[in-house]
Nanobody, 125 residues
Framework: VQLQAFGGGLVQAGGFLRLSCAAS????????MSWFRQAPGKEREFVAA????????YVADSVKGRFTISRDNAKSTVYLQMNSLKPEDTAVYYC???????????????????WGQGTLVTVSS
């Protein structure tokens, strides 16, 4: 399984970005997907998850109301729409894929067996 994340960049506070993560190597639509992030000097933290069917989504309290996760199974891609960005959102963002099929999505990183290479998001004040 390969995950390729892209879409990061430099944006001013209050701006927006959309991250994409393209998956290959197995049937994409069978597996829950998620986004995590890691800021300099901090541990990796959960951002958002979407169930295998796309019918359920979860976001961390720190981004609720600003970030939205979605998936397009026809394109084998998961997205993270990030609006009203804040400097504290600066981090490397990683997409991750569940190792077991038909999952509902989880905030625990141990649930995910496959990780993308990360894409850097920098929010300037």
């Amino acid at each position: 399984v390969q995950l390729q994340a892209f879409g990061g960049g430099l944006v001013q506070a209050g701006g927006f970005l959309r991250l994409s993560c393209a998956a290959s190597g197995r049937p994409f639509s069978w597996y829950a997907m998620s986004w995590f992030r890691q800021a300099p000097g901090k541990e990796r933290e959960f951002v958002a998850a979407v169930s295998w069917s796309g019918s359920s989504t979860y976001v961390a309290d720190s981004v609720k109301g600003r970030f939205t996760i979605s998936r397009d199974n026809a394109k084998s891609t998961v997205y993270l729409q990030m609006n009203s960005l804040k400097p504290e959102d600066t981090a490397v963002y990683y997409c991750a894929a569940d190792g077991r099929p038909y999952g509902g999505g989880s905030s625990s990183p141990t649930r995910y067996d496959y990780w993308g290479q990360g894409t850097l998001v920098t929010v300037s004040s």
